[in-house]
């Protein structure tokens, strides 16, 4: 019975051979890339270029502020945005990462993040109302977006070292590609999801296409394009440390330090400030997508210290 089933299997092994068909993609995309980088050499330069000039002048420019100042801005958007607790988190949290020494790692992926964020929403909030406004583009961009997001993220690393080589700018490259489909994705969403009424009050005022857009459509779809926006900041966060195996660095470099070199606090450490960047710009960001009443600064101060003088005096 044994001798039997291995001759079966074996039969039925060699029928499926015979309806095989064998696809060398992986060769077809190594010829892909080679062309690529024959041909396009001049626009991969211009592009590193690019990224390189707005990565590096960020991490610059987040590197040179004074800690003291950006304690001071940020607990200011906190009290702003989102209310006095949240601003003594984030008073707290920052305050941890300096006692932890990793303010300058810090810094630098908060300039990663937002160079990342720049590049991946300055070409993905147009891409996301063309396919609001096209069928077409919508069925054609839809099928990529989900390769994008289902394609593992240490697979992003591969072409940007083939054709950027190693250090920051493949870094940011990578990040790029990998958090924009939300950004393109919500801002199809929030536009095709504008209340018919509403265009048509539009048009009937006279607005034209762009008028339409600009004063209607994108007004309305506020809360599901700053929730994309939400979504890729926090991908690109997350993608910045997995870069840092190609030197990107910043927080990533602890992290991946603690890995190599097992190493158990100074992993924790790297992801524990990784959290706490996190938690800051989730919060920041999904404020700017609810709409409140009384959401200037003077009137968030004056709940506060008045609301304690009236306590004070009632007592």
Known sequence: MYHFSIEAAGFWQQLSNQFVINLPIGDWFTAIVNFMQTHFELFFTIVSAIISFVADNLTAFFSWLPAPLVFIVLAVLALWRVGWQFTLFVLVALYVVLGMDLWPETM??????????????????????????????????????????????????????????????????????????????????????????????GKAFGCNGLQLLWRVELPLALPSIMAGINQTIMLALSMVVIASMIGAGGLGDPVLAGIQQLRLGTGFQGGLGVVILAIILDRLTQSFGQRKRGDSLFSRLKNLFGGSANQSNTA
Do not use: H
């Open 108 to 201: 630098d992926t908060l300039g990663l993040v937002l160079a990342a964020t720049l590049a991946a929403l300055g070409v993905g909030l147009p891409l996301g109302v063309l396919m609001a406004k096209s069928d077409i583009v919508q069925t054609i961009i839809r099928p990529i977006l989900d390769f994008m997001q289902t394609l593992p993220a240490f697979v992003y690393l591969i072409p940007a070292v083939i054709f950027f080589g190693t250090g920051r700018v493949p870094g940011v490259i990578a990040t790029v590609i990998f958090s924009m489909p939300p950004a393109v994705r919500l801002m199809n969403i929030g536009i095709r999801y504008v209340p018919t009424e509403n265009v048509e009050a």
